[in-house]
T-cell receptor, first 115, second 113 residues
Framework: SQQGEEDPQALSIQEGENATMNCSYKTSINNLQWYRQNSGRGLVHLILIRSNEREKHSGRLRVTLDTSKKSSSLLITASRAADTASYFCATDERNSGGSNYKLTFGKGTLLTVNP | DTGVSQDPRHKITKRGQNVTFRCDPISEHNRLYWYRQTLGQGPEFLTYFQNEAQLEKSRLLSDRFSAERPKGSFSTLEIQRTEQGDSAMYLC???????????FGPGTRLTVL
């Protein structure tokens, strides 16, 4: 089953604009991670935000987490053509023992940045 | 390159044949995970190891699938009697501990004819 659901499914913007992608999930989590995947390639880890954090920055990336709404957002500022990729959020569900062993992904947002 | 590596990158096989994939995790990482990704979907968890122990298997992992991590380092995923529905990208990831990031390899794309 897919816990994280990204929104929108597809996003097309011009170079230089900002891109915002959202992720919703269903259960309690320890962490939420964002990944990028270029067509037919492996996943590149972008950022991890823990359940007790509300915002995190890394370069042009800004991630927020609202555990009360079970949602997260990824903002890419000053987008570049090279940012064109699919973006996935992944949650690790907290089990009864407090630990976790797997990530659950959504279907991703396909971002196209036009030069 | 000190990232996760996978071999082969592409595999084309005929239905009914057996295939084996290899994953080499980041060297100090105790945890190793296998995921499968089909077109248009996010990765789905298959199984994971902590050191050499296989601690969890998804219901997606039928009895035709077997995974090993004999010395707690590299891992292999074998699919016996492949079916066309096994065609997918098989991704391996590793992490230092359960609360850390999972880093993924480039994947092995399997095509079953």
């Amino acid at each position: 089953s897919q816990q994280g659901e990204e929104d929108p499914q597809a996003l097309s913007i011009q170079e230089g604009e900002n891109a915002t992608m959202n992720c919703s999930y269903k259960t309690s989590i320890n962490n939420l991670q964002w990944y990028r995947q270029n067509s037919g390639r492996g996943l590149v880890h972008l950022i991890l935000i823990r359940s007790n954090e509300r915002e995190k920055h890394s370069g042009r990336l800004r991630v927020t987490l609202d555990t009360s709404k079970k949602s997260s957002s990824l903002l890419i500022t000053a987008s570049r053509a090279a940012d064109t990729a699919s973006y996935f959020c992944a949650t690790d569900e907290r089990n009864s023992g407090g630990s976790n062993y797997k990530l659950t992904f959504g279907k991703g947002t396909l971002l196209t940045v036009n030069p | 390159d000190t990232g996760v590596s996978q071999d082969p990158r592409h595999k084309i096989t005929k239905r009914g044949q057996n295939v084996t994939f290899r994953c080499d995790p980041i060297s100090e990482h105790n945890r190793l995970y296998w995921y499968r990704q089909t077109l248009g979907q996010g990765p789905e968890f298959l199984t994971y190891f902590q050191n050499e122990a296989q601690l969890e298997k998804s219901r997606l992992l039928s009895d035709r699938f077997s995974a090993e991590r004999p010395k707690g380092s590299f891992s292999t995923l074998e699919i016996q009697r492949t079916e066309q529905g096994d065609s997918a990208m098989y991704l391996c990831a590793s992490s230092l501990a359960w609360w850390n990031e999972q880093f993924f390899g480039p994947g092995t794309r399997l095509t079953v004819l």
